[in-house]
C-alpha cells in the first residue's frame, strides 16, 4: 500500500496524550501491536497508529516524524541520531530473507543490466540485495525502480520489470503469479555469517527520555507475550488490515516473521544488525555507525 492511514483507537489511558506510532499493516505488525493499540497492555501509553508501507516509515523517520516507528534496519544509520533502537517489537528471523523473483528460471548473471523493482531504496531488503549483486552480479544491474510491494509480483509478470526483489506474504504466494524464484537474500546472508537475518526495527525518538524508552519497550514486548498467549484476540484486526490475504497465509505471515527476536533482539539479533550495517558500510552503501549508536538506554 503506498498510501498512508491513520486509526485514532479508543483511548483506555485516559489523561495521557496518545504516542504518535507508525506500522505496516502487514499481519506480523498488526499481531505484534494489536494488544498495545487497543489498550490491553497494562500502564502502556494509548497509541495514535498511522499505517503506512514501509518506504513511507523509511522517509517519516528521516524527516524526524512520530514518535515511535517500524522502519527498516537499513535506515538506522541515517536516524540513530534523533532515534533509539528498541530491543524488541521489530522483524528478524531465519529463512525469512527477501526473494529476488523473475519470469523464467536463472542465475545472478541473467541480472546483469536488467532493471528491478524494490520495495524501497532505503529498505533492508534492498541492502541484502545489494550485497548479493555485488557477488552475484557481474557488471551489476542496470536500474532500480522503486514499487510498493504489493505491485511487484503484477509488475514482473507483466514484463514491466525483468525482476523483483520481494519481500512479506510474497514469500508464500509467488507461484500464483507463475513467477520464479531466482535467488533467496535470506539464504545468502545466513551462509555467508551464521546469523539471523534483520529486517524491521522498532525505533523511538530519544527526547522522550530514557525512562520512557524503557517503558516502550517494556510495553512492546508485553503487546507480543499477549499476542502469542491468545492469538485469536488479534485476528480481526490482522485481517482487518491483511489487504484480502488468505487467513492461512496470515497465519504463515506471522509465523514466519514474529519470533523469539521479536520478544527481545538478544546477542545473536544485535550481532545481525551490526553485521548487516558493518558490511554495507565497507561497501560504501551506507554511513558507519558512530560508536554505542545502537545501544540501548
Partial sequence: MSQVMS????????GE???????????????????????????APPLDVTFADIDVTNGMAERGEL????????????VLDEYALLPCGGALGRGCGPLVL???????????????A??????????????????KVPGGVGRITVMPFHEIMPAVRDGKVDAGLVIHEARFTYGGYGLHRLADMGEHWEAATGLP??????????SLGAERLRALAGAARASVRMAWADPEASRGYVMEHAQE???AVADRHIGL??????????ESGYAAVRALLTRAAEEGLVPPLAPGALDFV
Avoid: Q
Fill in 7 to 14: 486509526e485514532r483507537l479508543p483511548e483506555r489511558n485516559s
Fill in 17 to 43: 496524550e496518545p504516542l504518535g506510532i507508525a506500522y505496516s499493516p502487514c499481519p506480523n505488525d498488526t499481531f505484534v501491536f494489536h494488544a498495545w493499540a487497543h489498550g490491553l497492555v497494562p500502564g
Fill in 67 to 78: 514518535d515511535v516507528l517500524k522502519v527498516s534496519y537499513a535506515v538506522l544509520p541515517w
Fill in 102 to 116: 523473475t519470469r523464467e528460471p536463472g542465475t545472478g548473471a541473467d541480472l546483469r543490466g536488467a532493471t528491478v
Fill in 118 to 135: 524494490v520495495p524501497s531504496e532505503r529498505s533492508t531488503a534492498y541492502l541484502l540485495f545489494r550485497l548479493w549483486a555485488a557477488e
Fill in 197 to 206: 537475518i534483520p529486517l524491521g526495527a522498532i525505533i523511538a525518538r530519544r
Fill in 245 to 247: 490475504m488468505d487467513p
Fill in 257 to 266: 516473521y514474529v519470533n523469539e527476536f521479536t520478544a527481545d533482539l538478544g
